[in-house]
């Protein structure tokens, strides 16, 4: 049984707000870099992106960052995780960056996020802004900005559905 | 997707499917490569050890800085200083090697088949860096991986392969993986050193360079291995060149934007002049760069398979 948690309309809604509250945690847009992972968290990224552009007036650079080199199940899961492409195509230093990811459930993406992140520089800051937080964290790890709160058991699965388009945006619950 | 065996022996065992995913998997460490630090925790605390049994410089240094930046630890063994030359066996001294507790071994062996014997015979995942005159796996791939980065894709290429093809486990990889992928390979060089009945791998021969090179996309050079040289497969490296070294105006004869490649060591006026090496089209340093992203592809895909 599958269940529509959110439609097209709810997400952009989200995304909209997520950007305002970007521009007003940190006081506009200056220094800020957005950061997706990948894969689902790259669309929310460019999403963002759009967003702050139709708010704020200007481009933020948006990066990807693959984190399966970065993952602490290496060692006990059957198949290695496909290695997907990091493009950060700007220096990090010293800057802020928003780290964007589709759904936060363990927080164990977040933490390979973070030392993948290192790996490329020293920022400022790193701020963590999610479509979905479902609970059931296992390390200690908090959403700077949180598209939806959407309370969950062990057993279902979130999934975010984004076209290239955006006409058929959904949020599905398994 | 991930591949079906715990080890890399040779080309022709690949998939396409799995061709595709080293591919793709390298170009994600090649990346990693770019950056300030090079190096990724992925195979952190596992060990990998090159067991060489012929002299190697690039190729085991191109496995040790790739085992290195996925984090593992690296031992190496070259069998002159090793308990080989008292007359300890292979399988001996790679089961003392697994005691030691390595996770994956590197083999190079002058006698082809050694890597696929050794696979079947122990646990820890078996990587292949040259076994006689059959195989080069990484050589190929990397070959593969430069061609489709300077190119754009492997289809339909015309690829030329010049020089000692008989002896060259290079060559062989190559022609495995370059058909395997959609190009079509022309071997080249003295009949000698290309036997006819290499027909029989799907490459078409010549034996001679302008009419073999016209209009391709990709030059192959192979080194002409000098301890060949006496045998009485060609008459002297002077001549050699007169007929088969790459020289500016046979490379005119490629297409305009054709590559030069080389796996090196280059023998400077015998297979390759130095302006031809020098030049633009040349790609010999981006292969050597790209070795290290697509071995670290295989040391991290091949270690993901359990055996």
Redesign the interface.
Known sequence: MSKELLDKKDIERAVTRMAHEIIEKNKGIDSICLVGIQRGGVHIANRLQAKLKEIEGSDLPVGTL?I???RDD??V????P??????VPFEIADKKIVLVDDVLFTGRSIRAAL?AIM???RPAAIQLAVLVDRGHRELPIKADFVGKNIPTSMNENVTVELTEDSTDDRVVLE | MSLRSKDLVSIKDLSVEETELILETAAGFKDVLGRDIKKVPALRGKTTVNLFYEPSTRTRTSFEVAAKRLSTDVINIATSTSSVVKGETLLDTAKTVLALGADIVVIRHSSSGTAHFLSNNIKASVVNAGDGTNEHPTQALLDLFTIKEKLGSIKGLEVAIVGDILHSRVAKSNIYALTKLGAKVRLIGPPTLVPDCMKELGASIYTDMNAGLEGVDVIMMLRIQLERQGKGFFPSTHEYFRNWGLTAARVSKADPNAIIMHPGPMNRGIEIASEVADSSRAVILDQVTNGIAVRMAVLYLVSGVKA
């Open positions: 693959d399966s080199l970065y290496l060692n899961r059957k198949e290695q496909l290695v997907r492409r990091t493009v030392d790996d490329l520089g």
